[in-house]
């Protein structure tokens, strides 16, 4: 209750460290915590909670990528080989892909796919050969043991990629991804721009 004349003072409360916030939430610190931590103290003047979102993207990146990599080498193949793979078996078909159109859809230049097509032909997991009626275009197509092999791959991949994301329930999953869908369209939108523009945006296979 407040009476007339009198003065109410609000007690001020410090700021909670981003350590603090998570002990609050009922969860541990991570390094990025700390980090955020320091610069707190050291530039105070700054802003920096978008480092928390950042900060972390890029560190779970890293483990993400370090876990799949596990399970592709136990198939003999990398990251970017499982790339080509995938693609050729979401989307080639029977007459498989253009070399043009995989080096697209797996978001590499034309040499870098010479390149992994060169040894995934050595393995005998594709073929190549040029299409009927223009020579200039190069076909794509699995193998059947390119086949045998992504299949076991791929299902081997979606259950990593399963036991990655297990801390969270399904509901989390959901939320989540379309947080980071709308984060992903940003930069989507902007790289296409940029390409019809005539700018080269970087490319980066993304293992799916």
Do not use: Y
């Not at 003999?76 to 793979?85: A, Q, R, S």
């Not at 990629?161 to 369209?185: K, N, P, Y």
């Amino acid at each position: 209750m407040v009476f007339r004349g009198q003065e109410v003072r609000r007690q001020e409360v410090p700021p909670q460290s981003s350590s603090e916030h998570a002990q609050v939430a009922g969860e541990g610190a991570d390094h990025v915590d700390e980090i955020l931590d320091e610069w707190a103290v050291e530039r105070p003047d700054l802003d920096v909670s978008a480092q928390g979102v950042v900060g972390r993207v890029l560190r779970l990146s890293r483990f993400f990528e370090r876990a799949l990599a596990v399970t592709f080498h136990r198939f003999g193949i990398n990251g970017g080989e499982f790339d080509v793979l995938a693609t050729l078996r979401r989307c080639g078909g029977e007459t498989g892909l253009a070399a043009s159109q995989l080096a697209d859809r797996c978001m590499l230049s034309t040499a870098a796919m010479t390149n992994r097509l060169d040894r995934l032909e050595a393995m005998n997991l594709i073929e190549r050969r040029s299409q009927p009626g223009d020579r200039r275009v190069v076909l794509v197509t699995l193998t059947s043991k390119g086949r045998e092999l992504i299949d076991q791959a791929f299902t081997a991949h979606a259950e990593n990629q399963d036991r990655t994301v297990a801390v969270f329930s399904a509901e989390e999953r959901d939320l989540l991804a379309a947080l980071l869908r709308r984060a992903l369209l940003t930069f989507e939108t902007g790289a296409r721009a940029d390409a019809q523009g005539g700018a080269a945006p970087e490319r980066r296979a993304g293992h799916e």
